[in-house]
């Protein structure tokens, strides 16, 4: 039994490479019928696999799977190197022109003293200058259960004190042990 398992896992495992990585090309294209399209997008219509691999040499480029679950199967003549080279090139301009927005976390106390509150402001603004979105939570214990509106009242002198160029995207709220308010910058830098 358990070597049948094993061999399952490995199946599993192959299956999911050939799926994931990378289409399958030329003498890796098993199906009986495809559907076979050229580089131009001119459609030469159902043909067996060895008939469209002749067609893909005569023309002197790769055949591609391009749509495995299709019913035929569909492939498309083209350069597969070149592809793959526009491929990469168009997803890293892409990450290049990505921007990442982190959420950063501010604690604060039921009892905090002005000081601490003061230089929690001050984080919080460089935080949302940078343009990171800000979670500021505030974490009951014990007996200051019986008491979340003075929590409440922190979080909303917590918000005056950052100025008029924040936006509260989630008011405060009591959830379990935690108060917690989310806010961002009005900027959207």
């Avoid at 460089?126 to 509106?149: N, T």
């Avoid at 003075?150 to 008011?171: C, P, Q, S, T, Y």
């Amino acid at each position: 039994m358990r070597a049948f398992c094993v061999r399952t896992f490995n199946f599993f495992k192959e299956v999911f490479f050939i799926s994931k990585e990378a289409p399958q090309l030329n003498g890796e294209i098993r199906d009986k019928e495809v559907r076979v399209i050229t580089a131009d997008g001119e459609q030469l219509g159902i043909m067996s696999a060895k008939e469209a691999q002749a067609e893909a040499d005569r023309r002197s480029m790769d055949l591609v799977k391009i749509a495995p679950q299709a019913k035929p199967p569909v492939v498309k003549i083209m350069d597969y190197s070149k592809f793959r080279y526009e491929q990469a090139k168009r997803e890293k301009e892409n990450r290049k022109k990505q921007k990442i927005v982190e959420t950063k976390e501010i604690r604060l106390s039921l009892n905090i003293d002005i000081g601490d509150f003061n230089t929690k402001v001050n984080q919080a603004k460089k935080f949302l200058s940078k343009g990171d979105k800000l979670k500021v939570s505030i974490r009951l214990r014990g007996r200051e259960m019986a008491h979340p509106e003075i929590g409440v009242g922190n979080m909303e002198r917590f918000a005056e004190a950052l100025g008029e160029d924040v936006n509260i995207d989630k008011a405060p709220k009591l959830e379990g042990r935690q108060i917690l308010m989310f806010m961002s910058s009005k900027q959207g830098k």
